[in-house]
C-alpha cells in the first residue's frame, strides 16, 4: 500500500512538473510575441514622425530654393522632381527592395525568437 501511494505522489509530481513546464513555455511565447508587438508600434511611431519631419523638410528647401531662385514654383518643381526620381528608383527595383525588407524582417523576427 505505500508503494501505490508513492506511485500516486510521483505521478501527481510529473503531472504538476509537464503544467510547470507547459505554462513556463507559454509565458515565454506571449513574453516574444509581447517584444515583437512593442517594436512594430515602436517602429510605425518612429515612421510616422519620420514623414512629418521629412514634409516638413522638403517644405523648407521649397521655399529655400524658391528665394534663392528668385521663383514662386520653381523650387516646389525641383523637389518634386527630387521625389519622382526617387519613386521611379522604387518602381523599377521593386524586387530588389522587397528582398532587402523581406530579409530585415525575418532578421527582426529571428532576433526576437532566439531571445
Known amino acids: 500500500m505505500a508503494d501505490l501511494l508513492k506511485f500516486n505522489e510521483f505521478r501527481d509530481n510529473i503531472v504538476k512538473l509537464i503544467e510547470a513546464k507547459f505554462e513556463l513555455t507559454k509565458l515565454g511565447f506571449q513574453e516574444k510575441i509581447e517584444g515583437i508587438a512593442v517594436q512594430a508600434i515602436y517602429a510605425l511611431l518612429l515612421f510616422i514622425l519620420s514623414i512629418t519631419v521629412i514634409i516638413f523638410l522638403s517644405?523648407?528647401?521649397?521655399?529655400?530654393?524658391?528665394?534663392?531662385?528668385?521663383?514662386?514654383?520653381?523650387?516646389?518643381?525641383?523637389?518634386?522632381l527630387i521625389?519622382?526620381?526617387?519613386?521611379?528608383?522604387?518602381?523599377?527595383?521593386?524586387?530588389?527592395?522587397?528582398?532587402?525588407?523581406?530579409?530585415?524582417?525575418?532578421?527582426?523576427?529571428?532576433?526576437?525568437?532566439?531571445?
Open 59 to 80: 517644405i523648407l528647401m521649397a521655399v529655400g530654393l524658391n528665394i534663392w531662385l528668385k521663383s514662386a514654383w520653381l523650387g516646389y518643381l525641383i523637389i518634386f
Open 83 to 115: 521625389y519622382v526620381g526617387i519613386l521611379t528608383t522604387f518602381i523599377f527595383a521593386k524586387d530588389k527592395v522587397q528582398t532587402t525588407i523581406k530579409e530585415k524582417v525575418q532578421g527582426m523576427i529571428d532576433e526576437n525568437l532566439d531571445k
